[in-house]
């Protein structure tokens, strides 16, 4: 157990629609990280927030947003949702001590766009 | 960031010691190498991290040679169980940070 939960574990929606993934990290992280993994893809970088304030972006699509709240705890919006956006979605996190390079991650959340 | 290239996969046989190498030319001098391991789907979880020359854990060791372009994730006489993907990243995880495909290893009994 890596101390950071996700939920849901499961998401089952249709095109067209909107969810909402939540992120909780280890106790005393500042840093929140987005992953999506597709299936048998590698794991893509979307968006690193540190202590509520946005860090770094990867490829994150304009219909997806995520914003990291005063208790540390982070939200992913997935809006306008594809077929293709079905993947796993993993949240991380880190210690302002151990830095970056060190991520904790939760057990993600699989989303199915049907 | 700098690039990384592993081997897409490796068979091994329980017992067996398993290294893999990961090559990083562009490595700048700020950048630490890190090795992460997934399962299927499970998060990817951290598995040893270094600078330089060796660093060894209860899991694993890493050789970094003198000019750093490339490091070895040693397995010492793994098991079934550490079938797996294994993933080296070296760079600044604020920036753009990607995962590459990794090297799935497949330990065989």
């Known amino acids: 157990d890596s101390g950071v939960t996700q939920t849901p574990k499961h998401l089952i929606t249709a095109t067209g629609q909107r969810v909402t993934l939540r992120c909780s990290p280890r106790?005393?992280?500042?840093?929140v990280y987005w992953y999506q993994q597709s299936l048998d893809q590698g794991l893509q970088f979307l968006i690193q927030?540190?202590?509520?304030?946005?860090?770094a972006k990867g490829n994150i699509l304009e219909r997806f947003s995520a914003q990291q709240f005063p208790d540390l705890h982070s939200e992913l919006n997935l809006s306008s949702l594809e077929l293709g956006d079905s993947a796993l979605y993993f949240c991380?996190?880190?210690?302002?001590?151990?830095?970056?390079?060190?991520?904790?991650f939760g057990p993600g959340t699989r989303l199915l766009v049907l | 960031l700098a690039k990384t290239t592993q081997p897409i996969s490796m068979d091994s046989y329980e017992g067996q010691e398993v290294n893999i190498t990961c090559s990083h030319n562009?490595?700048?001098?700020?950048?630490?190498i890190t090795w992460y391991q997934q399962f299927p789907s499970q998060g990817p979880r951290f598995i040893i991290q270094?600078?330089?020359t060796k660093v060894t854990n209860e899991v694993a060791s890493l050789f970094i040679p003198a000019d750093r372009k490339s490091s070895t994730l040693s397995l010492p006489r793994v098991s079934l169980s550490d079938t797996a993907v294994y993933y080296c990243?070296?760079?600044?995880?604020?920036?753009?940070?990607?995962f590459g495909p990794g090297t799935r290893l497949s330990v065989l009994p």
């Open positions: 991380a996190s880190s210690s302002p001590l151990a830095g970056e390079e060190t991520q904790y």
């Open positions: 106790s005393g992280d500042l840093s």
């Open positions: 927030y540190y202590n509520g304030e946005e860090r």
């Open positions: 562009n490595i700048a001098t700020n950048d630490y």
């Open positions: 270094g600078y330089k």
């Open positions: 990243l070296v760079g600044d995880y604020g920036q753009n940070f990607v």
